[in-house]
């Protein structure tokens, strides 16, 4: 009988926007932030600017949708690889849609991946079209998330 094993990860956060007054209004502090991860390189973010966040570094809605269609990618990498399906080029337009609601919070209510797969001559383009929804499946970003994901792939001949 397999057992689950946990994966621990961790960051360190740090708010960037204190220019002074901390947040004595609305409108004087910045929503810059610092994700640090041990060994890795500095993510600098800041709110959407809807949120009067710095349109010119990633945002969490972003990062959500980055996580989203990256972690499917790599889910479906590693299943065309066990299947000896060479995949030569991979491509992805996702897009999100967030609502907001009346209490001033807000949710994503659907993510649409958009994959352009390029495989190598000779490969099953069939088989390697059905493996985006094994990779759903699999992905684990996608299984920690409460909102539809839809995946609208095109695989083609190189």
Known sequence: MATNKSHEYS???TWEGNQGAGTASYDVYGRGFRVRVEGKAD???SADPLFRGDASVHNPEDLLLAAVSSCHMLSYLALCARKRIAVLSYDDAAMGTMVLTPDGGGHFTEVTLHPRVTLAAGADVE???RLHE???AICFIASSCNFPIH???EVRHA
């Open 11 to 13: 960051l360190s956060l």
């Open 43 to 45: 993510l600098v973010g």
């Open 127 to 129: 088989e390697a079209t």
């Open 134 to 136: 094994r990779a759903h």
């Open 151 to 153: 995946c609208r792939p």
